[in-house]
């Protein structure tokens, strides 16, 4: 007994130790980026409520922007068209990878498919569309393969845990009625896991919608260039409209997908 309560206190006093150590360690590189950060900003010469006004008052009031706002449309349409590409393609190619990554069904090979989702969900999809913009140009392309890749490592992930809490005796049952695994799987697996697999892809496509809207900034197409460019110009009334279209389009976007999810869940 003395020797099994000598190995707790050893064992308490190792942990306090770590502890104390992943604090300090802490602290010193938060003094350290504190201290070496510049945060000085030397911000518009326009007030709060006068770039307010500028974006979401005088754009509306301004003929000229109102008129362009078939064009800010297109290029929303084709900020869609992107995220909705990447989603599909994302959504069937993580569907290996989820089932790779399932303790349940890769055993002892799951590390594989789990390294590979971790990996991929490491890398911000801006970072992607860098990559991609330099290996196939500037345009929508670029634009869709930086979504798929990215919603291919968050779906992936979703996946894997969807397949792990699958009702195990459906599988037992029919392994005992003499089923294979292929035919497990499909009668067994599949059936559990489609509605799950189908709200998740909606969801990964309401993120898709929002980060497509940014990867126009490196040129990977969609309407986040024609905001920057509207932005390096200080034509503000522009920038208002788009993120006014932006918006009335995401709200519907989120309402109509939450409804689709609400009838599959």
């Known amino acids: 007994m003395k020797i099994i309560s000598n190995k707790n206190k050893r064992l308490r006093n190792l942990k306090r130790i770590r502890t104390v150590i992943i604090i300090f360690i802490l602290c010193f590189l938060y003094i350290i980026a504190f201290t070496t950060t510049d945060f000085s900003y030397k911000g518009s010469s326009l007030g709060f409520f006068a770039m307010f006004k500028r974006l979401f008052i005088d754009s509306v009031m301004n003929p000229e922007i109102v008129r362009d706002i ?19 393609i994302g959504a069937i190619l993580a569907l290996p990878i989820g089932f790779l990554a399932a303790r349940n069904m890769a055993k002892k090979f799951a ?32 634009g869709v393969l930086a979504i798929s890749i ?46 799950e697999f189908l709200s998740y892809a909606i ?57 689709i999810r609400r009838r599959i869940v």
């Open 111 to 142: 590390y594989i498919g789990k390294a590979i989702s971790n990996a991929i969900r490491s890398i911000p999809e801006l970072i992607f569309a860098i990559i991609f913009v330099a290996a196939v140009g500037i345009g929508p392309s670029a």
């Open 203 to 259: 969801y990964r496509f309401e993120i898709d919608v929002r980060a497509s809207t940014v990867l126009g900034i490196v040129g990977a197409g969609g309407i986040g260039a024609p905001i920057i460019l509207a932005a390096n110009s200080r034509s503000w009334e522009a920038v208002g409209m788009m993120i006014i279209v932006i918006i009335v389009f995401v709200t519907i976007i989120d309402y109509m997908s939450t409804a």
């Open 150 to 195: 990215n919603s291919i490592g968050m779906l992936s992930k979703l996946y894997s845990e969807a397949v792990e809490a699958i009702d195990l005796s459906v599988l037992e049952a029919l392994k005992s009625s003499g089923a294979g695994r292929i035919q497990t799987i499909w009668y067994g697996v599949i059936p559990q896991v489609i509605p």
């Open 70 to 88: 078939p064009l800010y449309v297109g290029y929303m349409f084709e900020t869609i068209a992107i995220a909705y590409a990447g989603s599909i």
